[in-house]
């Protein structure tokens, strides 16, 4: 009876700590959405840039270098978010980042953040209407 009760006790904690563990913090991911669409938007501005020329190339690091810093933080940010989904797409997402607002890059990067955005959004919309259904 004692083992039964202490497992029973231990398994009920187990689910309560994995179900927190899987609630998402919407506020969260809607402020490493909003750090992202601003990594996007200044990729898009560093590739129009002509940074073939070492002079423009220099320019544009010394403008837009700390943002390749931001992506890392940003990258560090999203592995501890709980909700493995959000975690997935948001971590292409700061992958796509870093290499869109690298200076010498073809700004290749930057669609693919947009294409992770549209996926969270529509798991954040899903997942809001599952939660106003139970209220």
Do not use: W
Not at 21 to 28: F, P, T
Not at 58 to 64: N, P, Q
Request: proline content about 1%.
């Amino acid at each position: 009876m004692k083992t039964f009760i202490l497992t029973s006790i231990f398994l009920f904690s187990f689910f309560c700590l994995v179900n927190a563990e899987q609630s998402a913090n919407y506020r969260e991911i809607n402020e490493i959405i909003s750090q992202l669409e601003i990594l996007h938007n200044a990729g898009i501005k560093i590739k129009k840039l002509n940074t073939v020329e070492v002079s423009e190339l220099r320019g544009c690091v010394d403008k837009y270098g700390h943002l390749r810093n931001q992506a890392k933080e940003l990258r560090a940010k999203v592995q501890n978010l709980p909700v493995y989904k959000y975690r997935f797409e948001l971590m292409v997402a700061a992958d796509s980042a870093f290499t869109c607002v690298y200076c010498g890059g073809t700004g290749r990067g930057c669609e693919d953040i947009q294409n992770s955005i549209k996926i969270v959004r529509g798991y954040l919309d899903e997942d809001q209407a599952v939660e106003s259904n139970h209220k």
